[in-house]
Every structure is written in C-alpha cells, then in structure tokens.
C-alpha cells in the first residue's frame, strides 16, 4: 500500500467521522456544526487529491471526478441549508447546477480521448507483440530440447527404480501372506478362548443371578415379616398410648371435679363472710367489724393456697374451656386477696385498696358464673 494509498483512506474516513459530528452538533444547536462542516470539506478536498495521486489519471478524467464529488458536496450542503432556512439553498443549487455542466462536458472529453489513446496503443502493442513472439519460440525450443534429455535420464532411473520396486514388492507379498496365515491362525485360537471364557462367565453369572434373586427374595419375605411385626406393635404401641392418655384424661377429670367442689365450697364461705363486710363499709361511718375482716382474709387465703397447690389441669380435654375460665377467675380473685390484705394493714385507712379489692371479687366471681355454666355443659 503506497503512501497516497494510505492519505486517501484516512481522508475519506476523517470526512465521514466530521460529517457524523457535525450533524449531531447541528441538531444539539451549540454552534459548532460549521466549523465541523467546514472541517470535512477540507479533508475530503485532500482525500480527492491523494486519490487522483494513487489513480495516476489523465487531465479530463481527473476533472470529471473532481467536478462530480464537488456536485454530490454541494448538494448536500445545499439540502443541509434548504432544512436550515438560513437563504442560502437556493444559491448553493445553482452553483450545483454550474459543477454538475462541468461534470458532463469533462465526462464527454474523457471519452473522446480515452480513444485516441487506445488506438496508437495498439499499434505499438503489435510491434512488441511480433518481437516477443520470436524471442519466445527460441526460449521454447531450447527448453523444450533440454526437457527432452532430462526426461531420458529420468526414464532410465524410473525403469530401474520400478525393477527394484517389483523384487522388493515381491519379497514384502511372500513376508505379508505369512504375516496374514499366522495372524488368522492366532485370531481363530484367540476367538476360541474368547468364546469359551465367554460361556464360562455366563455360567458363573448365571448361578450367582439365582444365588442372588434366591437371597433377594428370602430377603424380602423377612422384610414383610419384619415390617408386618413393626405395624402390629406400632398399632400396639398406639393403643396402649391411646388408652394411657384416656385413663390420663379419666383421672384428670375426676381430680378437676373434686378441686371444683372444694373450691365451691370455699368460695361459698367467701361469699358469706364478705356479705356482711361490705354492707358495713357501705353504711356512712365505715362500721367493719374488726373480727370479721380478718376471718374474710384467712378464708381467702386458705382459697388462695388452694390454688396454689391445685395441678395442672392445662392438658385436660373434657373440662378446656371450664379450666380457662376458671384460671382468670382464680387470677381476679387472688387480685382481690392482695387488695384486701393491703387495706387491713393500713388498719383500714386506705379505703381506696377495698374497694379496688371489691372490683377484683366481684370481676372473679362473674368468670366463676361463666367457669360453673361451662362445667355443666362440659360435664
């Protein structure tokens, strides 16, 4: 590649990068896109140049390629102006009008002289033509009388060359007919062995394919057995469970049932100590017995204790909904306990602990209605 080779190549490339940026500039509108216009102009000025360098043409043909690419330029300057509406376009198409006249008229003189030259060419060409001719028939006829000898020579190598190939070829057909009887004697012995190890494996595999399908299937009975066994005391095991957790149940309901009567049975002494007390703290005056009181917070306290010691009863199936009622109201009614215990060691000056102790009893006895509508339906 030549140096004007390499100048048209990177012009060209430089014009369409410059006509790229150029546009993009024109339609961002930062007022750069004539500089970049002008830029390519240039270069492809130079590209066109350092082409005609590279083509080594005539004056007309240069001419008409020069006029044409300023046409296809202008052109489309003059479009780029027409969109622009700057006034220009209309100038710029007839000055293409004017470049495109040009292109015609040196495209015609091209022709014209482009015909000239080829005939006094052919002339020419005709004379050397004659003179090549001769001087190569000689070349020809020497060669020809060289390759002659030569293939003489090369002929009675070939013959003895082929002479020795032959006895050579002979000796190595004799060499492979003995190689091939002993290789078929050998593969036929081989085959043989082959085949009767073959069977014997297949014998062997055979008798161990009973072993194991005989192994497999006492294997699998004892499986059934096993598993059949393994059933049976899981369904055993899931009886007995079950019946445990009934028996569970049996006893923790008749436990439930015997701490419901005791606790009535506290309750109602509760309920009869307090009575008197609380009409009492109602009468203007705070008329308590000072001996009552006390009785009231032994009785519920020993209820409290009771409570306490009773067992847990969170498991039971029959009594659920009775033993949750029963837990808030046993809660409401140690509240009232604490309450009460507070007021009598104030020596009954804070009446404002009664009464909040009055609010927990009467909150505990309205869930021991609902736990005892509860314990009559779940019974």
Do not use: C
């Amino acid at each position: 590649m030549s140096f004007w080779d390499i100048i048209s190549i990177f012009s060209f490339l430089s014009t369409l990068i410059l006509l790229i940026i150029g546009f993009v500039f024109h339609f961002v509108k930062n007022g750069k896109s004539k500089k970049m216009f002008l830029a390519s102009g240039i270069v492809f000025a130079v590209a066109i140049v350092s082409f005609i360098f590279t083509m080594a043409l005539d004056f007309w043909y240069t001419t008409f390629i020069l006029a044409f690419l300023t046409m296809l330029a202008l052109l489309v300057i003059a479009i780029l102006f027409l969109f622009m509406k700057n006034g220009k376009a209309k100038k710029m198409f007839k000055v293409s009008g004017i470049v495109f006249a040009v292109t015609i008229v040196s495209f015609i003189l091209t022709l014209a002289f482009d015909d000239n030259t080829a005939t006094q060419t052919a002339s020419t060409s005709s004379q050397k033509e004659e003179s090549n001719q001769e001087a190569k028939k000689k070349a020809e006829a020497r060669v020809e009388a060289e390759a002659k000898k030569k293939a003489e020579v090369e002929a009675k190598k070939i013959a003895e060359a082929k002479k020795k190939a032959e006895a050579e070829a002979r000796v190595e057909a004799e060499a492979k007919k003995k190689a091939e009887a002993e290789a078929r004697v050998e593969a036929e012995a081989r085959v043989e062995a082959e085949a009767k190890k073959k069977a014997e494996a297949k014998k062997k595999a055979e008798a161990e394919a009973r072993v194991e399908a005989e192994a497999k299937k006492k294997a699998e009975a004892e499986a059934r057995v096993e598993a059949e066994a393994k059933k049976k005391a899981e369904a055993e095991a899931k009886k007995k469970a079950e019946a445990e957790a009934k028996k569970k149940q049996e006893e923790l309901a008749k436990d439930f049932e015997m701490d419901m009567k005791n606790f009535d049975a506290l309750l109602n002494k509760n309920q009869e100590l307090i009575s008197p007390i609380i009409s009492a703290m109602l009468k203007e005056g705070n008329d308590t017995d000072e001996e009552s009181f006390p009785k009231l917070l032994t009785s519920l306290n020993e209820t409290r204790l009771y409570i306490k010691n009773m067992q847990d009863y969170s498991q039971i199936e029959k009594y659920k909904e009775t033993n949750i009622h029963f837990n808030e109201g046993s809660a409401h009614l140690i509240g009232a306990y604490a309450h009460f215990n507070s007021f009598y060691e104030s020596n009954y000056n804070n009446e404002e602990l009664f009464y909040m102790g009055l609010d927990s009893y009467n909150k505990a006895i309205e869930e021991l209605k609902i736990t005892g509508s509860m314990y009559a339906q779940e019974k």
